[in-house]
């Protein structure tokens, strides 16, 4: 659900940056070029929230892939020779 949502937003900026890149800028304190300015930080902050959440995901799964599990109960696993 969060990476469908990331992946929205990345949509939704990017459409906003190509459809205003080539506006009528007035000049230093052009609104549309503060607000492509923004988007492209909150893009920034996307890519980092992405990284943690792809390492949070693997972490995850390799500890629930290598949890500790008891050996089994078996000859070799108990080593106990059968001399016979």
């Not at 990331?6 to 506006?23: G, P, Q």
């Amino acid at each position: 659900m969060l990476m469908a949502f990331v992946a929205l937003a990345v949509a939704c900026v990017e459409f906003f940056i190509f459809v205003n890149l080539e506006h009528d800028c007035i000049g230093e304190h052009c609104s549309i070029c503060l607000q492509i300015d923004v988007v492209q930080r909150l893009l920034e902050c996307l890519a980092g929230v992405c990284v943690i959440a792809a390492l949070a995901f693997y972490m995850h799964s390799f500890f629930k892939l290598t949890a500790w599990r008891p050996a089994p109960r078996t000859p070799v696993a108990l080593k106990v020779r059968c001399n016979v």
